[in-house]
C-alpha cells in the first residue's frame, strides 16, 4: 500500500520522544484519572453523609413534643405549605389553624429557622425560573 502525499506530511509532524517521556506522560495521566476518580468518590460521600447527618437531626428535632402555639413541631413543618398559600392569598386556611402556626413560629427558633430556608429556597427557585423564561423570549 502506497502513502498519499498527506500522511507523508503527517509523518513529518511528528518528533522523536526524549527519553523517558512516554512513561512520564503516563504516569502523569493515570494519577489524574485516579485523582478525578478519588474526588467523584469523596463527593458522593460526603453528599450522602451530610444527608444522613441532616436527617437524623431534623427527626431528633421533629419529634419534640413541646407544644407551643398549640402544635407541635412537626404539626407545624406538615402545615408550611398550606401556611404560605394562605399567606400568599392562593389558598385559605382556617383562622385558627393559621393562628397556631403563627404563635408556633413565633415562639420556636428551630421551626422559625426551618421556614425561613424553606421560603428562601422557593423564592431562588422561583428567580431561576423567571429568569430561564425570560431568557427564552
Known amino acids: 500500500m502506497r502513502k498519499s502525499s498527506t500522511d507523508e506530511a503527517n509523518q513529518n ?12 506522560l503516563g504516569e502523569r495521566l493515570r494519577s489524574d484519572y485516579l485523582r478525578t476518580k478519588h474526588a467523584s468518590a469523596y463527593r458522593t460521600v460526603a453528599a450522602c453523609a451530610l444527608v444522613v447527618l441532616l436527617s437524623l437531626g431534623a427527626s431528633q428535632w421533629l419529634r419534640s413534643a413541646d ?8 404539626e407545624c413543618v406538615a402545615q408550611f405549605d398550606a401556611y404560605h398559600d394562605h399567606l400568599s392569598g392562593t389558598a385559605n386556611m382556617a383562622p385558627e389553624q ?8 413565633a415562639n420556636c427558633k428551630k421551626c422559625q429557622s426551618f421556614y425561613e430556608n424553606k421560603l428562601s429556597i422557593q423564592l431562588s427557585e422561583a428567580f431561576r425560573w423567571t429568569g430561564a423564561l425570560l431568557a427564552l423570549r
Open 13 to 24: 509532524d511528528w518528533t522523536e520522544c526524549r527519553p523517558g517521556e512516554l512513561c512520564s
Open 67 to 74: 407544644r407551643l402555639g398549640g402544635m407541635t413541631c412537626m
Open 98 to 105: 393559621a393562628k397556631q402556626l403563627q404563635e408556633h413560629l
